[in-house]
């Protein structure tokens, strides 16, 4: 059995989103490490598989091939880690007793958004389909689907010699939001308040998976409070009346730095009020709440 090539992402060690820049300072150092002219024994071949890495990565077009078929040699299209590799020999076996060859499998890499991967999705796909031509491909993104998911269609690969078609495995990856993370079921995010609206309360338009919703904010709200708002998550199946996961709000607050006279003037007399305008100052009994409320209302 012909050995498996490496992954080339893993050849120059970078991740699969490094840029260009990063691809190519990874090469140099690499190219010069291992350079014949060291006198490696290994030298050579190490050599080899770091230009063929570098060929393919440093090429917009051959690099978005590549992410998406993998080694244009490799039987199992790149799917290494989910084709075993014994059955993949037995299945050879069975094929030569039918006296039949089945088509090559193929890999697809599909990009959906945060949304799309929570809510669901179809998306169309271009499939190669023989020298030179392609063909459509609907495939269905089940709600609550996760980076990382591969969806198996089998005989959906390339044509067999008078045999069955190879399958087709779909890769799911979710895009990163700007705002919500994912846990599970639960969606996170962070929301900056202001001071006067942690300590007297307000009322908050948040934005969630369906939009902005009113989201109270209690007062005296401290910085690092956690909100859980429930069944703004993500869905657990298909359908309107899906169990959904929660929304995770983590509240940080806003101290103003830049003060104008007037403010600082009400900062200073509501510390004198709460006992931190300097020693010797006694707090008075009106509370912190009724307090911050007089001085804003002045």
């Known amino acids: 059995m012909a050995k498996r090539k490496r992954d080339y992402y893993q ?16 090469f140099r150092e690499l190219a010069r490490k291992h350079h014949p002219d060291t006198g490696s ?14 060929a393919v990565l440093s090429d917009k077009q051959s690099r978005a091939r590549y992410d998406r078929w993998g080694h244009a040699d490799d039987s199992s299209g790149g799917f290494g880690a989910v084709v075993d590799a014994a059955q993949e020999m037995i299945n050879e076996v069975l094929r030569r007793r039918r006296g039949k060859q089945k ?30 031509q392609q063909r459509e491909f609907t495939v269905l993104v089940p709600a609550g689907s996760v980076d990382g998911t591969v969806k198996k269609f089998a005989n959906e690969g390339e044509p067999g010699k008078s045999g069955a078609a190879g399958d087709l495995h779909v890769i799911i990856r979710v895009a990163q939001h700007p705002t919500f993370r994912r ?24 934005p969630t998976l369906d939009g902005l919703v ?20 993500i869905p657990q199946s298909s359908g309107k009346n ?14 103003p730095t830049d003060l104008t006279p007037r403010q600082r003037q009400l900062i200073e007399e509501l510390a004198r009020e709460t006992g931190d305008g300097g020693p010797g100052v006694q707090p008075q009994r009106k509370g912190l709440i009724d307090r911050v409320r007089s001085l804003l209302d002045e």
């Not at 050849?11 to 691809?23: F, K, M």
């Not at 990009?111 to 499939?127: D, L």
């Not at 109270?216 to 703004?232: D, V």
């Not at 709000?249 to 101290?255: E, K, Q, T």
């Open 183 to 206: 846990e599970g079921t639960d969606v996170h995010s962070d929301h900056t308040i202001r001071f006067t609206q942690a300590a007297l309360g307000a009322i908050i338009d948040l």
């Open 41 to 54: 024994t290994d030298a050579g071949e190490a050599f080899r598989e770091i230009n063929e890495a570098y």
């Open 103 to 132: 088509g090559r499998d193929l890999r697809y890499t599909l990009e959906v958004t945060f949304e799309e991967a929570a809510f669901g999705t179809s998306k169309t796909i271009q499939v190669p389909l023989g020298e030179g």
């Open 242 to 255: 899906a169990p959904r996961g929660d929304h995770m709000v983590h509240v940080n607050v806003d101290v």
């Open 214 to 233: 009113k989201m109270r904010i209690p007062e005296g709200t401290q910085p690092g409070r956690i909100f859980r708002i429930r069944g703004r998550g």
């Open 11 to 26: 050849v120059l060690g970078v991740e699969r989103n490094a840029s260009e820049i990063e691809i190519k300072r990874a």
